[in-house]
């Protein structure tokens, strides 16, 4: 199991990936911690038969994982309000309200920031990271070696 930090608005995010063998490929599971890390709060698993196309690995799975975040953060804040104010249930005007709410709710504003940073970036685990650093520096010396033979 590898981990993936991410900081968002001076909060740290910690996505814990694993990659498993199943009968008809292969899962890429990922969970969601905050802060300290103690509690989970989003969890995805990704099924896929051969292979992924995504911009690195576990990229898919976390952003599920974010969503599932996003989801239940907007949850509380649907109960909170129908339990504050005694609704069973959600009208389109009172709808209207909790979407404002929603909105405004800095929790689930952090977790969008989230979402689009994991979806905007580039890179993977440290691993990864390590191995495309690596990659980079062969090109630029076989770049230089070809161009010193060309010469």
């Known amino acids: ?3 993936i930090i991410k900081n968002i608005d001076g909060i740290a995010f910690r996505f814990d990936v694993d990659s498993r ?20 709060i989003g969890r995805c698993r990704k099924q ?3 292979r992924t196309w995504e911009s690195y690995r576990f990229q898919t799975a976390m952003l599920g994982a974010v969503k599932d975040a996003i ?22 005007n009172r709808k209207q309200q909790v979407e404002a709410l929603i909105d405004g709710n800095s ?15 580039t890179y993977g685990t440290e ?4 191995e495309q650093e690596t ?17």
């Open 71 to 92: 989801a239940s953060a907007r949850s509380v804040v649907i109960e909170q309000e129908k339990a504050r104010n005694g609704w069973k249930s959600l009208t389109a």
């Open 135 to 151: 990659l980079d520096v062969l090109l630029t010396v076989f770049n230089i070696l070809f161009e010193h033979a060309s010469a």
């Open 21 to 40: 063998s199943s009968g008809g490929g292969f899962a890429h599971i990922a969970e969601l911690y905050m802060g300290d890390g103690e509690r989970m």
């Open 127 to 130: 691993d990864e990271r390590r």
């Open 1 to 3: 199991m590898d981990s």
């Open 107 to 121: 929790a689930i504003k952090t977790l969008k920031a989230l979402y689009k940073d994991v979806n905007n970036s």
């Open 48 to 50: 896929y038969i051969n």
